[in-house]
């Protein structure tokens, strides 16, 4: 492939970062911001490579839809919630994480009682910016509910709380390969599907369409879950902004643990490809998705 | 009034409470509760009185419209939302409650971590419920997204997530009237305010009844606010289900502390009249509300 990754993943990620930076720059917001939103925007600014966020933009790109303010405003939706992902898993009572990408934790610079509020500010924020996507017509203003809807689900008790609960409930426990991957289905799955689902469903997107690239999420879901576990015991700490060796410390179970890391390599290709036929049907309007999909691998080299 | 209030708030509370179980009843579920979803009930139906989402109902009653099974998921989800920010206000990190309600509080019967997921998944699960409810035309579409923008600003940081901050940076603080006043407005006052508000939505409220419904929650806001620091002072541990004088106890501003027993006691009489006035312009289908604002101060009797 032509298609140059790179400067479309910071292209896209600055247009991001800008339209996050916005949202609390509205006239409403305080002069100063209060240190709920410095603990809120230390968290979201705090380097994030906007996977998610480009994921649902690629997804609308590939129906031919450009990354409109609309587009943008659901991408940051995205990001916000994955945030206050991040922050809660770090917390003591969680995963106890000091470090991540590279800073403090948000417990960590601010305290445990301002994370746990940051976090919850952000969850509900999320949801406030995809209410607040102007819809001009019914079609519009169901599509939005759907979308609210279907990253609701990703979120919540069913989703990715109930895969932290799995996650947490595993340590020290050799789970199956099936279980680890419906935990990861739970766990990072949901979100990145949801986050495709957004960008497929702004796009207008035909239910084959919508389908294709769901499949296209599941497979890249799994594949990114699969690379961070061969990350983490091959990467390095000041590459990876976090400890490496976390999971083997920690007793959890990976794909290199369960599998090897050759078997966990072919695997990893595998779904990959898998996300690409998924992708059979497009034109060249998907390949940032088709990139992204061939950089999960990438990116170790 | 000849309104019989008590059988009035038995009557929604019980369809409050069918509702709700409902919700984890859904064919979708799995047939054992997980532990999140154990942990997640177990707090959502620990008797709390349903304040919240009768107000929701009420208001939409006012306007001539009957609890809908639409009207009692508004309903659900204010409740449901309410649950988390008790869940989240009582950890360890917060107000480090034991009790609740005459219960243990969700982080003693279950764990920190449980408690805080719970939280979270129960703040996502408002949002679920609320874009789940079927929208027939352009006009429901837009007011559901209005409900739900409304009761995310309500939820976060500039809602219920700001006053928790404050509440917290207060204590052993003494605030002034005002300060305290803004605190409560925030803490409470957003999420009653959204209760009336969804109510009024579905309702289908003209601008101005609205408006008129919004005053009277303002002032029942902190109507409720006012009472419970005095109940805090006078009531005794068993009816409260919480242990009295905790208030004093932490060094918290209240009402009492600030104004006196008697000025805080013609303070809530003075909201609850306005609140009234804020009704003048309703037929008797307002009942409820009306006497929903007396309960207020009559409660302690």
Redesign the interface.
Known sequence: MSFDLTSYLDTRADQVNDALMRIFDSG??PAVP????EA?TYSLMAGGKRIRPILCIAAAEALGLPPTPHILTAACAIEVLHT?SLI?DD?P??DNDRLRRGKPTNHIAF????A??A???L???A??L???IP?K??KE??A???I??TL??A????GI??G??QD?AAEDIRLSLEELEAMHALKTGALIGASVYAGAVLGEGSITQIEQLGRYARHIGLAFQVADDILNVEGDTAVMGKVAGTDKHRGKSTYPSLLGMDESKAFEKKLVNNALKALADFDRRADPLRSIAVFIIERRK
């Open positions: 409403s917001a209060t240190r709920i939103q809120m206050y809660h917390l009572a969680m305290d445990e009682t301002t746990i509020l976090g919850d500010a969850l509900t924020l949801f406030e995809l209410s607040a819809a017509g019914h203003g169901k939005l509910l759907d609210i809807h609701s689900r979120a919540g008790y069913k709380i109930e932290q609960m947490l």
